[in-house]
């Protein structure tokens, strides 16, 4: 009985270390068999096409009139009058306000008072060049007949050159004092200021009886500011990477916040040379330069200061090969040594790296990696200049799909485009 037990146990232990061995067995067989299996990876598809391809700059800024002209005085004073407010309509020569001209008027009179007093010392002077003059005149026919003296003559002489330097000098003062007269009615005149354009006072920074500085020797008081409003331009930022692609005359759509459902459209009529930098020694640096774009649509009411954005188009393709700017992605790949001495070389320091562009198209079920060189781009679409001739199906999607999980070779499955509802409408 014992032996009959002991046949039975070792038979169950057979069993039972039999099965774990089997079961062993199949589990390597299974990582075998799923590592050896290659992954099917999900892709999008879209085919390449010849398209139109604009290349944009977009940049921020602020809308500003074409035309503006600062209002300074050039003589200090109390405001007496101001006949305009902000928002009115002036026309060119309208008086807009007047400073008070009391210290300028005496000014005047006491110049025109010294006037007088210079004519009337030039008055003295002609008549006594006129009487020493005739003198001697008078001596040099006595001299010439010998009736008087050389000593006589010479006086004479003297006298009258003596008197005609004194008449130049009445002269020279007189014309002095005219001058002075004109400058002291210049000065007066600038005591009533006029508009220099037709437009609107887009700014007033004073009231009446203020007191304002004039510009002769500091920056002066600015008092108001007068713009055209009819002829408007947004003035924006553009980064240093992108200036340089930017023309004269080139279209532009500029979009105000305020009218949102508006584009108004514009050219480029000027570049800036000078940089403007922002952040200056921290990472958040940025180099700006300032490009102006005159509005061609002057039916609306823009305001001076509103914020805008605006897309610059550089650029048009007609008819270029292209593919959505999301098909390309770019790889580093090694130099390989070609000779014994560039072994040596890359073997003492690393090798050179070079990034190439690259595109995956599908062939057969595969992905294959294609080299492309690439040119102007829009927001959706890159012109490709080689590369690729049209009809090739490129990879579109995913992100991840491209940028990391396909190579060449790679087993791929096509799955429809998502679209959303705005996609839709």
């Known amino acids: ?77 109390e405001v007496m009058a101001l006949t305009v407010k902000e928002g009115d309509d002036v026309k060119k020569g309208q008086v807009l306000l007047r400073i008070k001209a009391d210290t300028y008027l005496a000014q005047k009179e006491r110049v025109e008072a010294n006037l007088q007093s210079a004519r009337a010392s030039l008055s003295i002077q002609k008549a006594q060049l006129d009487k020493i003059t005739g003198d001697y005149n008078r001596v040099k026919d006595l001299h010439a007949k010998r009736l008087s003296s050389d000593a006589e003559i010479e006086a004479s002489r003297s006298l009258y050159l003596t008197s005609v330097a004194s008449f130049e000098s009445a002269q020279a003062v007189v014309q002095q004092a005219q001058a002075s007269l004109r400058e002291a ?21 004073i009231e009446v009886g203020e007191r304002v500085l004039g510009s002769g020797f500091t920056q002066g008081t600015d008092i108001m500011t007068v713009a055209d409003l009819s002829q408007m331009e947004a003035i924006v930022d553009v980064d240093e ?26 050219i480029v009529t000027q570049i800036g040379n000078s940089a403007k930098s922002a952040g200056f020694g ?18 609306i009411n823009l305001r001076p200061g509103m914020s805008c954005n605006g897309t610059i188009e550089t650029e048009t393709k007609k008819d ?105 409408k």
Request: proline share 2%.
């Open 1 to 77: 009985m014992a032996n009959g037990n002991n046949k039975k146990n070792s038979k169950k232990k057979i069993y039972v270390f039999g099965g774990l061995g089997v079961l062993v067995l199949g589990l390597i067989l299974l990582v075998i068999i799923q590592g050896s299996k290659e992954e099917i990876i999900t892709v999008q598809t879209e085919k390449v096409e010849k398209r139109n391809i604009t290349q944009n700059v977009t940049a921020t800024g602020k809308i500003q009139p074409e035309f503006s002209v600062i209002i300074t005085p050039e003589v200090t004073g």
């Open 282 to 299: 921290t990472q958040e640096q940025v180099t700006n330069f300032e490009v102006r774009v005159r509005l061609l649509d002057t039916d």
């Open 185 to 205: 009615n210049e000065q007066l005149n600038k005591t009533v200021i006029t508009s220099p354009i037709n437009g609107t006072i887009t700014k007033l920074n």
């Open 320 to 424: 270029v090969v292209a593919v959505p700017i999301q098909s390309v992605t770019a790889r580093t790949d090694v130099e390989a040594p070609k000779t014994e001495e560039e072994q040596l070389i890359t073997s003492a320091k690393k090798r050179e790296r070079r990034i190439q562009e690259i595109v995956f198209i599908i062939v057969d079920g595969k992905a294959k990696a294609a080299n492309i060189e690439t040119g102007i781009s829009d927001d959706t679409y890159v012109e490709v200049i080689s590369g690729l001739s049209g009809g090739e199906e490129v990879v579109s999607g995913t992100y991840r799909a491209i940028s990391r999980e396909l190579k060449d070779g790679s087993l791929v499955t096509k799955e429809e485009k998502k679209t959303n509802q705005a996609e839709k």
């Open 241 to 266: 990477n992108d200036v340089t692609i930017i023309s004269v005359g080139d279209t532009t759509r500029i979009k105000v916040d305020a009218f949102r459902d508006r584009v108004f459209n514009g």
